[in-house]
């Protein structure tokens, strides 16, 4: 069964001065979609822009307004995370919702390096091995592994006691999803046992079409689990799921059509008819917006090869726009485009 999310920057359009009704405007959301029957609603750490920079902290505010919908994040970079608070945090928000966090996280994109290295603190490791470490310090943290001695002992810690993250969250492990955007890295995730989040960005250019490189990709990281973990039974062993997100703006009146026409223009502007960024050479690809009527946007998710193959269709709302119009978005989508693709509200 197709479960819904949708990912949210949580923006906020007014300023210094407006970030307390942002926050306020996007847990609003969270409550609106809980009540369409949205499975998860995910969101990004974005580091000194207007958007969301602190997952945890909203999630933690956001569990006490809602029941049900789950919380993500797509994805956290991990080179600028501090793996043993994250763990301390997403365990604590995990337990305070009832079992609600889904932890997205990968290695981040390099080329950010030289511009906040020098603000998180330089390390002696390339950007992408520190990432990786932290990111296995964060799954031993969540295992419940021992991280290290007290040593000659601190406050109420006894000398030579054994140290693992408090609180623990026993599920929160299974929860883990990791960025993917290659082959490789797909086939890697599902060796790790992680979940994978597959976003509108691919982070390289294999010649086939965005959707179809995506959809080989989930091939391989299922192949892959199978090898590695066994295939899924009956009797509900765990297997490795897997998200992917589209950009979808539903045109149905004027008002979305001024609302969201600048954003829907710049992001074909900067890419070419295959998704190649114009400017640079980055083996990136992405993918493009689907908008317009209902009827339009169902035709082609329907023809998208890795939306057929995938457990979650994230719907990726665009950075513009006021608090309503996502709302709007989100209401078309669950009333006239999900039912169409098989999808029943999760309430």
Do not use: C
């Not at 409550?31 to 995910?42: C, P, V």
């Not at 008819?273 to 035709?299: H, M, Q």
């Amino acid at each position: 069964m197709l479960e819904l999310g949708f990912l949210s920057f949580v923006p906020n359009h007014g300023g210094r001065d407006g970030s307390a009704a942002a926050l306020e405007d996007g847990i609003r959301l969270f409550e609106h979609a809980e009540q369409l029957g949205f499975r998860t609603g995910w969101v990004r750490g974005r580091h000194f822009e207007p958007f969301l920079t602190s997952p945890m902290t909203f999630f933690a505010a956001a569990s006490q307004r809602t029941s049900r919908i789950g919380f993500g994040t797509a994805v956290l970079g991990m080179r600028y995370e501090d793996p043993i608070r994250l763990a301390e945090d997403a365990a604590t928000v995990d337990l305070l919702s009832g079992g609600r966090v889904a932890l997205g996280i990968s290695t981040g994109i390099p080329q950010s390096g030289p511009v906040l290295d020098p603000l998180f603190g330089a390390v002696d490791r390339p950007f992408r091995e520190e990432a990786e470490a932290r990111g296995e310090r964060l799954l031993e943290a969540l295992r419940g592994d021992t991280l290290g001695s007290s040593g000659s002992g601190y406050e109420s810690i006894p000398a030579g006691k054994d140290l693992f993250v408090e609180p623990h969250s026993a599920g929160l492990l299974d929860r883990v999803w990791w960025g993917g955007g290659s082959r490789g890295t797909a086939v890697r995730t599902a060796e790790r046992g992680l979940n994978i989040h597959m976003s509108t960005l691919n982070t390289e250019d294999t010649g086939a079409p965005f959707a179809e490189a995506q959809a080989d990709q989930i091939r391989a990281y299922r192949q892959r689990w199978a090898e590695v973990h066994g295939a899924p039974d009956p009797a509900g062993a765990r297997r490795g799921r897997v998200a992917v997100g589209r950009i979808v703006v539903p045109l149905e009146t004027a008002e979305d059509h001024e609302t969201h026409r600048e954003f829907i223009e710049s992001y074909a502007a900067g890419m070419d008819d295959e998704g190649r960024p114009l400017s640079g050479n980055p083996p990136f690809r992405f993918s493009k917006v689907l908008s317009g009527d209902p009827a339009t946007i169902v035709d082609a998710l329907r023809a998208d090869p890795a939306v057929a193959a995938t457990d979650q269709l994230v719907i990726t709302l665009p950075a513009n726009g006021d608090a309503e119009s996502h709302r709007r978005i989100l209401t078309t989508i669950a009333e006239k485009i999900a039912p169409e693709l098989g999808w029943s509200p999760a309430h």
